[in-house]
């Protein structure tokens, strides 16, 4: 599989400094520090019909948790990536995964944070942020990613097929896999930042790869996200408008009245119309683009 050589140039810096895995199971429920949940909004998916559950992923330096739900007595249905927010895959992002997998999906939503903590025992987000998220490298994110496909294909899906999409931290790493996976078919970033500070973990951010992209990208983002500037979402639309032919194809949708996290039905920030309407529009660029 070709990848992009800025994050390949770095695995072998993650790789000597690897850690343990930390987190070696998923748990059950939702993260502490989204508590309490809204438990008037939150969706539950069944998993009849699927096949889901915890699994192990083999990756560059041992074995990375996940959870994967796929339809049953479906041969090679196509694969999506799905990636976490900051609290990790917890059951709002499992239920996600549910969801999708009862479309024919075969869905992989890889704990991402597996080598730097376990966000979903954490209670502070600041905390979470500060000890976990900034210091997992963005070249340790995309080969966990190219291992989930990997093992995918072994599985018997239809790797061919692939998209990814993921929330807020998800959202990021959305648009810098569609700058690094050639075989990406379509990628959607929910509210994901755009521009951020270069560092050892994050030498590079969406603004600056809209010529590397692979796969055309639909951002979904809320006019009300006081975590995202408007001016970089504007930004970033001018530059895809500017860009190369996937740069062009691709897409950002901005809901005027939506908060950050609108799609995140078991918090406050949750938006029905504009969830909704991310999703369809969602499932319509899988189709659009061949997943």
Same mark, same amino acid.
């Given at each position: 599989?070709? $990848?992009?050589?800025?994050?390949?140039? /770095?695995?072998?810096?993650?790789?000597?400094?690897?850690?343990?895995?930390?987190?070696?199971?998923?748990?059950?429920?939702?993260?502490?520090?989204?508590? @309490?949940?809204?438990?008037?909004?939150?969706?539950?998916?069944?998993?009849?019909?699927?096949?889901?559950?915890?699994?192990?992923?083999?990756?560059?330096?041992?074995?990375?948790?996940?959870?994967?739900?796929?339809?049953?007595?479906?041969?090679?249905?196509?694969?999506?990536?799905?990636? %976490?927010?900051?609290?990790?895959?917890?059951?709002?992002?499992?239920?996600?995964?549910?969801?999708?997998?009862? #479309?024919?999906?075969?869905?992989?939503?890889?704990?991402?944070?597996?080598?730097?903590?376990?966000?979903?025992?954490?209670?502070?987000?600041?905390?979470?942020?500060?000890?976990?998220?900034?210091?997992? &490298?963005?070249?340790?994110?995309? %080969?966990?990613?190219?291992?989930?496909?990997?093992?995918?294909?072994?599985?018997?899906?239809? $790797?061919?097929? #692939?998209?990814?999409?993921?929330?807020?931290?998800?959202?990021?790493?959305?648009?810098?896999?569609?700058?690094?996976?050639?075989?990406?078919?379509?990628?959607?970033?929910?509210?994901?930042?755009?521009?951020?500070?270069?560092?050892?973990?994050? @030498?590079?951010?969406?603004?600056? /790869?809209?010529?590397?992209?692979?796969? &055309?990208?639909?951002?979904?983002?809320?006019?009300?996200?006081?975590?995202?500037?408007?001016? $970089?979402?504007?930004?970033?639309?001018?530059?895809?408008?500017?860009?190369?032919?996937?740069?062009?194809?691709?897409?950002?949708?901005?809901?005027?009245?939506? @908060?950050?996290?609108?799609?995140?039905?078991?918090? @406050? %920030?949750?938006?029905?119309?504009?969830?909704?309407?991310?999703?369809?529009?969602?499932?319509?660029?899988?189709?659009?683009?061949?997943?």
């Amino acid at each position: 599989m070709n $990848t992009r050589p800025e994050f390949d140039s /770095l695995l072998p810096r993650y790789v000597q400094d690897r850690r343990s895995f930390l987190v070696t199971t998923l748990g059950a429920g939702f993260a502490l520090a989204t508590q @309490p949940v809204m438990a008037q909004t939150a969706i539950h998916t069944a998993a009849t019909g699927l096949l889901e559950g915890e699994v192990r992923v083999p990756v560059v330096d041992g074995e990375m948790v996940a959870y994967r739900a796929r339809p049953a007595g479906v041969e090679r249905p196509p694969v999506v990536l799905l990636v %976490s927010e900051i609290f990790g895959v917890h059951e709002y992002i499992r239920d996600t995964a549910r969801r999708l997998a009862k #479309l024919g999906y075969f869905v992989v939503a890889p704990e991402l944070f597996a080598r730097q903590g376990n966000p979903q025992a954490v209670a502070s987000v600041a905390e979470i942020l500060e000890k976990i998220t900034a210091r997992t &490298p963005d070249a340790q994110v995309m %080969s966990d990613l190219d291992a989930s496909v990997r093992w995918a294909a072994t599985e018997g899906a239809d $790797t061919g097929r #692939l998209a990814i999409t993921g929330f807020c931290w998800g959202g990021r790493i959305s648009w810098l896999y569609a700058a690094h996976n050639p075989g990406l078919k379509a990628a959607v970033a929910w509210y994901g930042r755009l521009v951020g500070t270069a560092n050892q973990f994050t @030498p590079r951010h969406p603004s600056e /790869l809209v010529d590397a992209l692979k796969a &055309p990208v639909l951002g979904l983002y809320g006019g009300l996200d006081s975590g995202i500037p408007l001016e $970089t979402v504007d930004a970033m639309e001018a530059a895809l408008k500017a860009g190369g032919s996937l740069a062009k194809s691709s897409e950002i949708v901005l809901y005027d009245n939506a @908060p950050h996290a609108f799609h995140a039905d078991y918090r @406050p %920030s949750y938006r029905k119309e504009e969830a909704e309407d991310g999703w369809r529009r969602m499932l319509a660029w899988f189709r659009q683009n061949g997943v």
